[in-house]
């Protein structure tokens, strides 16, 4: 830390993305990534958005935020597009919560909430999740806080029923509920639909999972109009070209080849079975996935010790040493050819260490 750094920074301890190794060429099941390319026609057009890199890109991002209002049924206004759906959901805690506003979430979720609650010096409260990893939904009725879950949440891929997230809604008519939908092309329900019906809702996704575009950094928030409005307020007091042009043709060709979408969507929802399956058969226990990715933990083998010995067997999954975590592994689903090599290194492990 330099002498230099604000005092306002120094207690901050960054979120720990995960690794991106260039070392080895490892099977990557470890940050929730699409085994499947983007579409040729997203490559396409990123193509030939990179031939004008010269100009800025859209600070309206016009197109984009009007073919995704098409795809998901609502006005050009009720959409935001930002850099990764990390960038709206810092957005979100910038604009949504102070102290009058504090903002709550699920004590097992995704490990950025805290980061950001941190980094704009808001207070924040976390609620522990059931013993099976579910949460309780009455710890939410009036809480009368800036309330953030992830569904499916992450690491677990349990889904929340939207009736469920329907009851948070209507008991905290005057608090923003964000729901963070990163995996919900995965079989989850989508609350896209309730943005009309509470004006508190505000819904974030990401091109990164189901729409293979984790290295083009794309999300998007959808939500009211004044919401949208106060996060655009923030968003040009910030960056106005937070998306790239490259990024944004590549998101527009990924919208328009929605088959492909779909029906990578579906190959990942069969591995997941014929994954959570196998894993059954090795002694693993894993709450019921609705995510592209599997938690699991194996009934006599430490977490850490899988991980491990799956690293040295050229398997990357993600492994978190917090106490309510530390059994666990939080395993991507990726293509039937790495979940076949994964179980054949897991049988390996197994027999080696039993
Ligand atoms: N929400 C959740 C629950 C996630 O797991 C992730 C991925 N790390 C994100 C949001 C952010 O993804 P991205 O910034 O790539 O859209």
Redesign the pocket.
Known sequence: MSRFFSGKYKELVPYT??EQPKDFKYVKLN??ESPFPPSDRAENLATEAGKKLELYSDPECRALRQKLADYYGVDYDETIV??????V?NFAFMAFCDTDHPAVFPDI??G?YPVFAELNGVPYCEIPLRKDFTVNVDDYIGIKKTIFI?N????TGIALPVSEIRKILESNPDNIVVI?E??VDFGGESCIPLIHEFDNLLV??????SRSM?GA???FGIGSKAIIADLHTIRYSTNPYNVNSMTLAAGLGMLEDDEYVRSNCKTIIENRTYTTNELKKLGFEMPESTANFIFAKHKTVGGKMIYQKLREKGVLVRHFDKPKLVEYNRITIGSLEQMKFLIEKLEEILEEVQ
């Open positions: 993305p995960g940050t929730n930002t850099n990764g759906s990390d960038e959901l979720t995704y950025f992830a499916p949440n992450a690491p963070d990163a995996y974030t996704q990401t091109f990164s999972k984790a950094r794309l999300g």
